[in-house]
Antibody, heavy 120, light 106 residues
Framework: QLQLQESGPGLVKPSETLSLTCSVSGGSISSSSHYWGWVRQPPGKGLEWIGSTYYSGITYYTPSLKSRVTISADTSKNQFFLKLSSVTAADTAVYYC????????????WGQGTLVTVSS | EIVLTQYPATLSLSPGERATLSCRASQNVSSYLAWYQQKPGQAPRLLIYDASSRATGVPARFSGSGSGTDFTLTISSLEPEDFAVYYCQQRSFWLTFGGGTKVEIK
Protein backbone atom coordinates (compact mmCIF):
# COMPACT_ATOMS: atom_id res chain seq x y z
CA GLN A 1 0.00 0.00 0.00
CA LEU A 2 1.56 3.26 -1.14
CA GLN A 3 1.92 5.86 1.59
CA LEU A 4 3.26 9.40 1.45
CA GLN A 5 4.17 11.44 4.52
CA GLU A 6 5.09 15.11 4.62
CA SER A 7 7.47 16.48 7.22
CA GLY A 8 9.08 19.80 7.99
CA PRO A 9 8.73 22.97 10.06
CA GLY A 10 5.21 24.12 10.77
CA LEU A 11 6.30 27.74 11.15
CA VAL A 12 8.49 29.74 8.79
CA LYS A 13 9.44 33.40 9.06
CA PRO A 14 8.66 35.84 6.24
CA SER A 15 11.43 36.11 3.61
CA GLU A 16 12.88 32.74 4.63
CA THR A 17 12.77 29.43 2.75
CA LEU A 18 10.09 26.83 3.33
CA SER A 19 11.50 23.29 3.19
CA LEU A 20 9.44 20.11 3.22
CA THR A 21 10.22 16.43 2.77
CA CYS A 22 7.90 13.73 1.45
CA SER A 23 8.79 10.20 2.51
CA VAL A 24 7.35 7.46 0.32
CA SER A 25 6.72 3.88 1.47
CA GLY A 26 5.10 0.94 -0.27
CA GLY A 27 6.44 2.05 -3.62
CA SER A 28 9.54 3.47 -5.29
CA ILE A 29 10.00 7.03 -6.49
CA SER A 30 12.34 5.53 -9.10
CA SER A 31 9.31 4.16 -10.89
CA SER A 32 9.33 5.07 -14.56
CA SER A 33 5.54 5.30 -14.48
CA HIS A 34 5.07 8.14 -12.04
CA TYR A 35 5.82 11.72 -11.17
CA TRP A 36 5.93 13.08 -7.66
CA GLY A 37 4.41 16.43 -6.92
CA TRP A 38 3.35 19.07 -4.44
CA VAL A 39 -0.06 20.73 -4.09
CA ARG A 40 -0.99 23.37 -1.55
CA GLN A 41 -4.24 24.67 -0.07
CA PRO A 42 -4.48 27.95 1.87
CA PRO A 43 -6.84 27.69 4.86
CA GLY A 44 -10.44 27.67 3.68
CA LYS A 45 -9.45 28.00 0.04
CA GLY A 46 -8.92 25.86 -3.04
CA LEU A 47 -6.09 23.73 -4.38
CA GLU A 48 -2.98 24.92 -6.21
CA TRP A 49 -0.49 22.65 -7.96
CA ILE A 50 3.07 23.74 -7.20
CA GLY A 51 5.14 21.39 -9.32
CA SER A 52 6.28 17.84 -10.02
CA THR A 53 9.47 15.87 -10.41
CA TYR A 54 10.54 12.65 -12.10
CA TYR A 55 13.18 10.31 -10.68
CA SER A 56 15.57 11.34 -13.45
CA GLY A 57 15.52 14.93 -12.26
CA ILE A 58 13.05 16.38 -14.75
CA THR A 59 10.90 19.02 -13.06
CA TYR A 60 7.85 21.10 -13.92
CA TYR A 61 6.71 24.11 -11.94
CA THR A 62 3.55 26.16 -12.05
CA PRO A 63 4.46 29.43 -13.80
CA SER A 64 3.33 31.71 -10.97
CA LEU A 65 5.75 30.11 -8.49
CA LYS A 66 8.55 29.03 -10.81
CA SER A 67 11.01 31.73 -9.69
CA ARG A 68 10.78 30.62 -6.04
CA VAL A 69 10.33 26.84 -6.20
CA THR A 70 12.73 23.93 -6.29
CA ILE A 71 11.56 20.31 -6.22
CA SER A 72 14.13 17.54 -6.03
CA ALA A 73 14.37 13.87 -5.13
CA ASP A 74 16.71 11.45 -3.38
CA THR A 75 16.04 8.00 -4.79
CA SER A 76 18.36 6.35 -2.26
CA LYS A 77 16.12 7.56 0.55
CA ASN A 78 12.88 7.27 -1.43
CA GLN A 79 12.12 10.89 -0.62
CA PHE A 80 11.39 14.05 -2.54
CA PHE A 81 11.57 17.64 -1.43
CA LEU A 82 10.03 21.07 -1.78
CA LYS A 83 11.83 24.35 -1.27
CA LEU A 84 9.94 27.64 -1.58
CA SER A 85 12.01 30.76 -1.10
CA SER A 86 11.15 34.30 -0.01
CA VAL A 87 7.90 33.25 1.62
CA THR A 88 5.16 35.64 2.70
CA ALA A 89 1.91 35.20 4.60
CA ALA A 90 0.27 34.30 1.28
CA ASP A 91 2.29 31.07 1.32
CA THR A 92 0.54 29.90 4.48
CA ALA A 93 -1.20 26.68 3.49
CA VAL A 94 -1.56 22.96 3.93
CA TYR A 95 1.08 21.40 1.71
CA TYR A 96 0.39 17.97 0.22
CA CYS A 97 2.83 15.66 -1.49
CA UNK A 98 1.34 13.34 -4.07
CA UNK A 99 1.92 10.77 -6.79
CA UNK A 100 0.93 11.48 -10.38
CA UNK A 101 0.75 9.28 -13.47
CA UNK A 102 2.19 12.14 -15.54
CA UNK A 103 3.59 15.55 -14.66
CA UNK A 104 0.29 17.26 -15.38
CA UNK A 105 -2.01 14.43 -14.32
CA UNK A 106 -4.07 14.97 -11.23
CA UNK A 107 -2.66 13.18 -8.22
CA UNK A 108 -4.08 9.76 -7.42
CA UNK A 109 -2.25 9.22 -4.14
CA TRP A 110 -1.85 11.96 -1.55
CA GLY A 111 -0.10 12.47 1.74
CA GLN A 112 -2.16 13.64 4.70
CA GLY A 113 -0.85 17.19 4.32
CA THR A 114 1.08 19.46 6.64
CA LEU A 115 0.17 23.00 7.65
CA VAL A 116 2.91 25.55 7.19
CA THR A 117 2.32 28.98 8.65
CA VAL A 118 4.39 31.97 7.59
CA SER A 119 4.65 34.40 10.46
CA SER A 120 7.25 36.30 12.43
CA GLU B 1 -3.63 29.90 -17.83
CA ILE B 2 -6.86 27.94 -18.10
CA VAL B 3 -9.40 29.03 -15.50
CA LEU B 4 -11.97 26.53 -14.26
CA THR B 5 -15.21 27.96 -12.89
CA GLN B 6 -17.35 25.70 -10.76
CA TYR B 7 -21.02 26.29 -10.04
CA PRO B 8 -22.94 26.46 -7.95
CA ALA B 9 -20.60 27.38 -5.12
CA THR B 10 -22.88 25.56 -2.68
CA LEU B 11 -25.47 22.87 -3.31
CA SER B 12 -27.95 22.11 -0.53
CA LEU B 13 -29.54 18.69 -0.92
CA SER B 14 -30.96 15.82 1.11
CA PRO B 15 -29.64 12.24 1.21
CA GLY B 16 -31.09 10.24 -1.66
CA GLU B 17 -31.32 13.24 -3.97
CA ARG B 18 -29.41 13.65 -7.22
CA ALA B 19 -26.52 16.11 -7.30
CA THR B 20 -25.38 17.84 -10.46
CA LEU B 21 -22.15 19.84 -10.27
CA SER B 22 -20.77 21.92 -13.13
CA CYS B 23 -17.31 22.98 -14.22
CA ARG B 24 -16.62 25.37 -17.09
CA ALA B 25 -13.17 25.88 -18.61
CA SER B 26 -12.02 29.19 -20.06
CA GLN B 27 -10.55 27.31 -23.03
CA ASN B 28 -11.05 23.94 -24.67
CA VAL B 29 -9.50 21.22 -22.47
CA SER B 30 -10.74 18.32 -24.60
CA SER B 31 -11.50 15.48 -22.15
CA TYR B 32 -8.56 16.22 -19.87
CA LEU B 33 -10.66 16.93 -16.83
CA ALA B 34 -10.77 15.23 -13.42
CA TRP B 35 -12.96 15.50 -10.35
CA TYR B 36 -11.92 15.26 -6.70
CA GLN B 37 -13.81 14.94 -3.43
CA GLN B 38 -12.43 16.53 -0.26
CA LYS B 39 -13.77 16.10 3.25
CA PRO B 40 -12.76 18.35 6.16
CA GLY B 41 -9.25 17.65 7.41
CA GLN B 42 -8.55 15.15 4.64
CA ALA B 43 -6.59 15.13 1.41
CA PRO B 44 -8.55 15.21 -1.83
CA ARG B 45 -9.63 11.91 -3.36
CA LEU B 46 -9.61 11.32 -7.10
CA LEU B 47 -13.09 10.35 -8.32
CA ILE B 48 -13.13 10.81 -12.09
CA TYR B 49 -10.36 11.25 -14.65
CA ASP B 50 -10.44 12.05 -18.35
CA ALA B 51 -13.95 13.47 -17.91
CA SER B 52 -15.82 10.19 -17.47
CA SER B 53 -13.57 7.39 -16.19
CA ARG B 54 -14.10 6.40 -12.57
CA ALA B 55 -10.98 5.95 -10.47
CA THR B 56 -10.35 2.65 -8.71
CA GLY B 57 -12.82 1.96 -5.92
CA VAL B 58 -15.17 4.86 -6.70
CA PRO B 59 -18.85 3.90 -6.41
CA ALA B 60 -20.96 3.76 -9.55
CA ARG B 61 -23.25 6.53 -8.26
CA PHE B 62 -20.51 8.97 -9.29
CA SER B 63 -20.39 9.75 -13.00
CA GLY B 64 -18.71 12.39 -15.12
CA SER B 65 -19.57 13.79 -18.52
CA GLY B 66 -18.65 16.56 -20.91
CA SER B 67 -15.86 17.65 -23.21
CA GLY B 68 -14.37 20.86 -24.50
CA THR B 69 -15.35 23.55 -22.02
CA ASP B 70 -18.39 22.21 -20.13
CA PHE B 71 -18.32 19.32 -17.71
CA THR B 72 -20.66 17.74 -15.18
CA LEU B 73 -20.20 15.53 -12.14
CA THR B 74 -23.36 13.68 -11.19
CA ILE B 75 -24.01 11.83 -7.96
CA SER B 76 -27.11 9.78 -8.70
CA SER B 77 -28.32 9.37 -5.11
CA LEU B 78 -26.50 11.13 -2.30
CA GLU B 79 -25.21 9.02 0.54
CA PRO B 80 -24.38 10.64 3.92
CA GLU B 81 -20.66 10.27 3.20
CA ASP B 82 -20.95 12.23 -0.07
CA PHE B 83 -21.43 15.61 1.61
CA ALA B 84 -18.11 17.28 0.93
CA VAL B 85 -16.35 19.77 -1.35
CA TYR B 86 -15.76 18.78 -4.96
CA TYR B 87 -13.05 20.18 -7.23
CA CYS B 88 -12.53 19.88 -10.95
CA GLN B 89 -9.00 19.90 -12.40
CA GLN B 90 -7.68 20.17 -15.96
CA ARG B 91 -4.44 18.91 -17.48
CA SER B 92 -4.76 20.26 -20.99
CA PHE B 93 -2.42 23.17 -20.26
CA TRP B 94 -0.37 22.86 -17.11
CA LEU B 95 -2.48 21.73 -14.15
CA THR B 96 -5.13 23.89 -12.56
CA PHE B 97 -8.07 23.36 -10.21
CA GLY B 98 -11.47 24.95 -10.01
CA GLY B 99 -12.64 26.82 -6.93
CA GLY B 100 -14.83 24.02 -5.65
CA THR B 101 -18.49 23.23 -5.00
CA LYS B 102 -19.63 22.44 -1.49
CA VAL B 103 -22.39 19.84 -1.27
CA GLU B 104 -24.12 20.35 2.06
CA ILE B 105 -27.00 18.68 3.84
CA LYS B 106 -30.28 20.53 3.41
Amino acid sequence: QLQLQESGPGLVKPSETLSLTCSVSGGSISSSSHYWGWVRQPPGKGLEWIGSTYYSGITYYTPSLKSRVTISADTSKNQFFLKLSSVTAADTAVYYCARQDGWNYGPNYWGQGTLVTVSS
Amino acid sequence: EIVLTQYPATLSLSPGERATLSCRASQNVSSYLAWYQQKPGQAPRLLIYDASSRATGVPARFSGSGSGTDFTLTISSLEPEDFAVYYCQQRSFWLTFGGGTKVEIK
